[in-house]
């Protein structure tokens, strides 16, 4: 079977990047791949496994991507991984892998520096009057981000021309599939191979006190969602600060307001940034840590590649009691409630310094969760299963298309929305019903 992985790839600053990396080796075993970037440069250990072309610079021959059996695309909420993606899917439909399910930032990013009015018909056109109103509030500053985000996900967009869609969060999957007739695939987000188990820390087993707590948050904190000013305020007011420090690995997106609030609440001595951090001098800081924090709220419907990284080093974390997070046994992570973020801290943090045996517990059960749910074979397998029924929906597509096209031609003779909404629907059902 013939594949086109259309994804960022490493050394670009994004987990998506590793995720393809994990992947990578187990795909290219059983099907003929063939991975696609916009970049000019990437980590070209992964020719070992696949030739990669850039469509930017190759201008892809359209003929390779036609001989796939199918085609995969990436998309995640980030601009600029992201951007170039999401246009090329719409030029040659292919199977859209969501991780984010919420890609309202994305649309926006992409957007409304072109105009806000782009970014106001895309809103109609997808929800209706109701998106139009309250797109044009927000831009009248009426309407907050976060409404809109929570609002009018956009999903819909990237889907709009997909022939397959894939979520690595169940609690998203029926809709998604509500609003496609394309085939959907729920599969967890893979991480574990056989060549990136960490060893177990032998600090873990020690049962000797810390003086000191070692925190650690990392990852792309771009977004106000990520919580680090919250994080930040509420060590600012915990009364035992002085027995911590918080390492701060990632690229910031609005860094000087984080520097500026670091010195204004007294916090240099417990709070060091490090911004990115090497594949190898971040498995060293995890190595090094007692406790991560990994909150997002509101959540983009995503599930973490980060906190899969963490259970990878049996480190215990701090996570929101939201989206996908919330589904997760309490026996692997410690979950702090979006209502009582900063008490939930405080009690996780007070807990940690008594009772750190506890904590190394949920450590080491994030650990097994992970190797037991995670693995990048079952992936693999689970794609493999999948593409097929990809395949068989594809002739029927084009047939749908045909349908919607012609039904919308009949209903033009009809001036109430409900008969015109009646007609597409049946005329269109009529035709797919010949495939």
């Not at 397959?164 to 998203?172: E, L, P, R, V």
């Not at 600060?241 to 609440?265: A, P, R």
């Not at 190797?371 to 689970?382: A, D, L, M, Q, Y």
Request: aromatic letters at 12%.
């Amino acid at each position: 079977m013939k594949l086109n992985w259309f994804s960022p790839l490493p050394y670009e600053h994004t987990d998506i990047a590793h995720y393809t990396a994990r992947i990578i080796p187990i795909l290219s075993r059983v099907c003929d791949l063939t991975l696609c970037t916009y970049q000019s440069e990437w980590d070209k250990s992964l020719e070992d496994y696949a030739p990669v072309l850039s469509f930017k610079e190759d201008n892809l021959d359209w003929s390779i991507l036609n001989r796939a059996d199918a085609t995969l695309y990436n998309i995640g909420n980030n601009v600029i991984y992201h951007k170039e993606i999401f246009f090329f899917s719409q030029q040659h439909s292919g199977i859209i892998i969501l991780h984010d399910f919420n890609l309202h930032e994305l649309f926006e990013d992409m957007y409304r520096p072109q105009s806000d009015y782009k970014y106001l018909e895309i809103l109609r056109y997808i929800y209706g009057s109701k998106g139009l109103e309250k797109g044009i509030n927000y831009i009248k500053g009426e309407t907050t981000k976060d409404t809109m985000i929570k609002m009018f996900p956009l999903y819909e967009l990237a889907l709009m021309n997909s022939l397959g869609a894939i979520t690595h969060n169940y609690d998203k999957l029926e809709y998604i599939s509500d609003k496609n007739h394309a085939p959907v695939l729920y599969t967890p987000l893979p991480y574990t191979n056989e060549n990136n188990i960490r060893p177990l820390n032998p600090k873990i087993f020690s049962t000797r006190k810390r003086t000191k707590l070692s925190v650690i948050c990392f990852g792309y904190l771009g977004g106000k969602n990520r919580r680090l000013i919250p994080i930040l305020k509420s060590l600012a007011v915990y009364p035992q600060k002085d027995l911590l420090h918080l390492n701060i690995y990632g690229e910031i997106q609005f860094l000087d307001q984080i520097v500026s609030l670091i010195e204004s609440l007294k916090l240099k001595n417990i709070v060091t940034f490090h911004g990115f951090a090497t594949e190898n001098k971040l498995n060293t800081a995890l190595d090094s840590a007692d406790l991560a924090i990994n909150l997002r709220f509101p959540t983009r419907g995503e599930a973490s590649g980060s906190l899969l990284r963490t259970w990878n080093h049996a480190l215990p974390c701090l996570v929101t009691k939201a989206g996908w997070f919330k589904k997760l046994p309490d026996s692997c992570v410690a979950f702090v409630r979006p209502e009582a973020e900063e008490e939930d801290i405080h009690r996780h943090l007070d807990a940690c310094l008594v009772t750190p045996e506890r904590y190394r517990e949920i450590g080491l059960a994030g650990r097994k969760y992970l190797e037991e749910n995670h693995s990048s074979e079952t992936f693999v397998r689970n794609l493999m299963k999948f593409i097929p029924q990809v395949i068989s929906y594809k002739s029927k597509s084009f047939a749908l298309e045909l349908g919607k096209r012609t039904a919308s031609k009949i209903a033009d003779a009809f001036s109430d929305d409900y008969t015109q909404k009646y007609l597409i629907k049946r005329t269109a059902k009529e035709i797919l019903s010949w495939t």
